[in-house]
């Protein structure tokens, strides 16, 4: 289900019946047609275990599972939207990144610890984010949410990219991550965590970087 880019803050869905996707709530800016939005219980493709995970992990940000036939046109909170198309792989992105989703695609959570060990479990820590990151699988369109636009740099064998992680959006492909520090210990005295930290990415596929450190 492709999303029209209306401007860099909303986009438009096109709803066909026998079709659905998922939206945050308070996303729905406009529609046309008769398409209806009922509250998500079951926690999107992935049923009552990924919903459970989600609840342990945090990442309780409410759906709507959005149905019918016409057209609709998201935003929130006048953030940038990035559209990201799946051809089968699967993207991370924290929960409350997420804008709207092809109902195709399978829905899950990871630990952050299994990637980067002790390291990826600082991550979340030092970023303010979740231990567990959304997982999104398949084919088909997501839109996610960032501050100040979004750059997609792709990441290579041999090739580690290096992200602030208060910048980090998204990532998709074979990719391990793992937080290192910038800097040594003495001179991190008196710097903020996005100085101190880096978020290495290493493998094949991309990574989505905000122009901001603010978080959502």
Known sequence: MPFREINSKMVEATIAPGQKMFSQRG???????????????????????????????????????????????????GHHIQVIQLTGDTLY???????????TLQQGTMFMGSQGGVMGMVRGQVTGQ?????TLKGHGAVAVMAHGGVIELPITPGRAVHVDPQAYVAHHGDVRNKLSTALGWRDMVGRGSGEAFQLELSGSGAVYVQASEEKL
């Open 93 to 103: 992105v924290e929960a409350d990144r997420l804008l709207a989703f092809d109902g």
């Open 27 to 77: 996303a729905m800016l406009a529609y046309k047609g008769e398409v209806s939005f009922t509250p998500n219980i079951q926690g999107g493709q992935g049923g009552l275990v990924s919903m459970i995970g989600r609840r342990v992990a945090n990442e309780a940000t409410p759906l709507m599972t959005v149905e019918g036939s016409g057209t609709v046109m998201f935003g929130h909170g």
């Open 130 to 134: 979740g231990l567990f990151t959304t």
